[in-house]
């Protein structure tokens, strides 16, 4: 059993399609080849890839712009826990005092 990356089989596919719309003029085989998941057209060719983990689609790599944008999101959202924390803390600290108070 042959083993291929996963972009060393993509290429490997789009050859096969190629070839079956080009050559054998075959357009239901290359939609065939086309339809297939990359892991269908492996297991029918009998290789095995080499990074099966990766993400067909991984993640795309935020911009600068996008980061800033979520660090002002955060910044926002510590904020107000920030000020929730703040009100908790006043109301233990009042109490406390009552506590004092009444002894």
Do not use: C, W
């Not at 996963?6 to 075959?26: G, M, S």
């Not at 080499?50 to 002002?72: C, F, G, S, V, W």
């Not at 904020?79 to 600290?93: M, P, T, V």
């Amino acid at each position: 059993m042959r083993t291929l990356t996963r972009e060393q089989l993509e290429k490997r596919k789009e050859k096969a399609a190629r070839f079956a719309r080009e050559v054998r003029e075959d357009d239901s085989l290359a939609d065939q080849i086309d339809n297939e998941s990359l892991e269908e057209y492996a297991e029918h060719r009998r290789i095995r890839i080499a990074n099966p983990k990766r993400k067909e689609n991984p993640m795309p790599t935020p911009t600068r712009r996008d980061l800033m944008e979520r660090i002002e999101e955060l910044e926002g959202e510590n904020e107000e826990l920030q000020e929730r924390l703040d009100q908790i803390s006043d109301l233990a600290f009042a109490e406390e005092e009552e506590d004092e108070e009444g002894k």
